[in-house]
């Protein structure tokens, strides 16, 4: 059996590598930054351990002004920010800017919930054994909260696919960017559907690593 | 800060002296053999050579600031516990008993009065001398607070490795302790696999794990079965025998103070109601909260009902007042409830206790609601003569 596609095979698979690029980096820069803010925000609310309201309000309106900006809003409005960070304000290093810092707050805010989640028992029982603040913060909140963190990890990469869809418009390429060059603009149904169906792949895939990752992590 | 400074001075000769016989002087050994040294310089080592263990509340007060406005929860506490006894704090719910307790590691702090540790003032203490302070006293709660993300083993081993601890010698520790709490093949296991009863075990060897001289106990028993209850007071017991440390327990459990308690002391309302030695409190009980609370314990009350149940009868609401009736089997009296219901002229609902019969008499205590509203007869005539209803009736509290 043959069968030929309307676009080079090779155009998909390069669409795959920047979604997967951009996805990827991304994700790991909210990961990385996302974490740190949610610690900041958790141990600064009233009652942490680091109580400084005003601290808690600064960031919390910080990342709640970047969650209240649409995504395609945000990237346009960021250009001056990823030409000086990037050199260049096309491409998908161009697009990794704005990717990062929306899906950033996003991701902090699960992680705070999950966070704040954590049985002050368990902070309690570290204080009384003599941790120090940064060592409750290393022992009891990272690793009790972490199935929570995995799982709104997880969500912020679903939507990190989704929002990478959009970076055609600063000619980020990626899957979606194909799919709305030929599936939309000349009418390529074929495109559309493989693109779909690729993205469906991708996205299950994800969920369910994540999700499986969360239940061995309950069920241990 | 030093590797060893968590050890206290002075007990590796004591715990040698206590190093006789059993499991505990096993671990005992195990520790002897650790290379520990003997740094700390300052005032608090020339008070441990007096006593290891001792606490002192010198006129301690505690208000809570709350949404709904200011909480008395403590006040003018003094009291004295001795090292390497094991005290008791017993109390109605709310009476202050877990307040009194951390202010002793400071997870509270007083708002009034001191609190001394082997003659040191708690509140004076910067923010490493209250990690080694705690480090010297162990706690333990009712709902355990292991780790769920961590082994048994990284449980029992977390006190050490933040005390930087060389990981050689945390081996051996936690490997000696979970043989002391008979948990020895669990070291791999996750808390979340482990019985209450176990888990309770690992909260007790996680509180021993760096020699500690005061062992706190809010309820440690509390929510364990009766069996498992037992093996961790028998624990308790050893712990305190051996290795003489003090152990200071808040309980519901009546019978826990009279197995292992040596002194005990009634909180009533953030106050002490009374102080003093287990079989004087208990066998002549001076204080109406005291009688209340043996009483209340004595009929082994259900949870929901010993929390709602108020000394005072509520103002302004509907409640119900409970009545513990009381049989000996003498006179062949049994609960007739016909009578019962004619003689007290209201509506009797029986909610809790039972009888044994014992070479036929009926022997035991009913608890009975009557509707707060409803004018009873004097009590006391209804125990004696031909209108005899019970042997004993008393009243011991309200529910609304
Ligand atoms: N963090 C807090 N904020 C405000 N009020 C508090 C706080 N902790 C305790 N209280 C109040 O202080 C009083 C004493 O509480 P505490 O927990 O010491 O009682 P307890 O004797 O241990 O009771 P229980 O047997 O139910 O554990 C109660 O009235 C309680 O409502
Ligand atoms: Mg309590």
Redesign the interface.
């Given at each position: 059996m043959s069968f030929e596609l309307s676009i080079p095979f090779a155009q998909y698979t390069r669409a795959f590598a920047d979604t997967f690029t951009m996805v990827g980096i991304s994700g790991a820069i909210a990961f990385f930054v996302g974490i740190p803010v949610a610690v900041l925000l958790n141990v600064t609310t009233p009652g942490g351990f680091l109580a400084s309201p005003r601290l808690n309000r600064a960031v919390g309106s910080v990342v709640n002004s970047f969650r209240a900006t649409p995504f395609i809003v945000l990237m346009v409005a960021l250009i001056p920010l990823t030409r000086l960070i990037t050199g260049t304000s096309i491409g998908v290093w161009a697009a990794i800017v704005p990717l990062s810092i929306s899906a950033t707050p996003f991701f902090a805010r699960i992680a705070e919930v999950s966070l704040r989640e954590v049985?002050p028992?368990?902070v309690?029982?570290?204080?009384?054994?003599?941790?120090?603040k940064w060592?409750i913060v290393r022992?009891?909140y990272l690793?009790?909260a972490?199935p929570g963190i995995i799982g709104g990890f997880t969500i912020t990469l679903v939507a990190l696919i989704s929002s990478s869809a959009m970076a055609g418009a600063v000619g980020a390429g990626g899957l979606g960017d194909l799919a709305i060059r030929y599936g939309y603009q000349r009418f390529d149904t074929e495109v559309m559907v493989i693109v779909i169906a690729v993205l469906i792949v991708l996205v299950t895939s994800v969920q369910a690593a994540g999700d499986y990752y969360v239940r061995w992590?309950r069920?241990? | 800060m030093s590797v060893n400074e968590?050890v206290i001075p002075g007990l590796m000769p004591l715990l040698q002296r206590q190093a006789e016989s059993g499991t505990v002087a096993k671990l005992v050994n195990a520790l002897d053999a650790s290379p520990l040294r003997e740094t700390r310089t300052d005032a608090v080592a020339v008070a441990d050579k007096k006593a290891i263990g001792t606490v002192r509340f010198e006129a301690l007060g505690k208000v809570y600031q709350s949404s709904a406005g200011k909480v008395s929860a403590l006040e003018d506490i003094s009291l004295d516990i001795q090292a390497g006894s094991i005290f008791g704090i017993i109390g109605r719910s709310g009476a202050g008993k877990s307040s009194l307790l951390r202010t002793i590691?400071r997870?509270e702090t007083p708002s009034s009065g001191r609190v001394w540790v082997d003659g040191v003032d708690v509140a004076a203490l910067d923010?490493n001398g209250l990690?080694?302070l705690?480090?010297r006293?162990?706690?333990i709660?009712q709902?355990f607070?292991?780790?769920?993300?961590?082994t048994v083993y990284e449980n029992v081993a977390?006190?050490l490795r933040?005390?930087r601890v060389p990981n050689a010698e945390i081996h051996q520790r936690v490997t000696r302790l979970l043989e002391l709490v008979g948990l020895a093949d669990k070291h791999a296991t996750?808390p979340?696999r482990l019985s209450g009863g176990q888990k309770q075990r690992v909260g007790v060897a996680?509180?021993l794990?760096?020699n500690p001289e005061i062992l706190?106990c809010d309820e440690a028993t509390s929510a364990l079965d009766p069996e498992a209850t037992q093996s961790i007071l028998a624990l308790l017991r050893d712990i305190n025998r051996q290795l003489a440390i003090t152990i200071i327990l808040i309980t519901h459990e009546m019978s826990v103070i009279h197995e292992i308690a040596d002194r005990v002391v009634v909180l009533e309302k953030g106050r002490i109601a009374e102080e003093g030695e287990v079989w004087k409190v208990f066998g002549n009980p001076q204080h109406d909260a005291t009688r209340a609370l043996l009483l209340l314990l004595e009929h082994d009350l259900p949870q929901d009902l010993r929390a709602t149940l108020v000394h005072e009868p509520p103002q302004d609401k509907a409640f119900e007042r409970i009545l513990a009736f009381s049989y000996t089997g003498a006179g062949g009296l049994e609960p007739d409830f016909i009578r019962i219901g004619e003689a007290l002229d209201t509506r009797v609902r029986l909610i809790h206790g039972g009888l044994d019969r014992i070479q036929g008499h009926a022997h035991g205590r009913l608890l009975l609601a009557v509707d707060g509203r409803a004018q009873l007869p004097k009590l006391d005539n209804l125990t004696t003569g031909q209108g005899a209803i019970a042997h004993d009736i008393q009243e011991i509290g309200y529910v609304v």
């Open positions: 049985d028992g368990l309690e029982a570290a204080q009384a054994m003599g941790c120090k060592e022992h009891v690793p009790e972490l992590l069920n241990r | 968590f590691n997870l923010e990690v080694a705690r480090r006293i162990g706690m709660f709902h607070n292991l780790l769920s993300a961590k977390l006190p933040v005390a996750y979340g996680r509180a794990a760096t706190l």
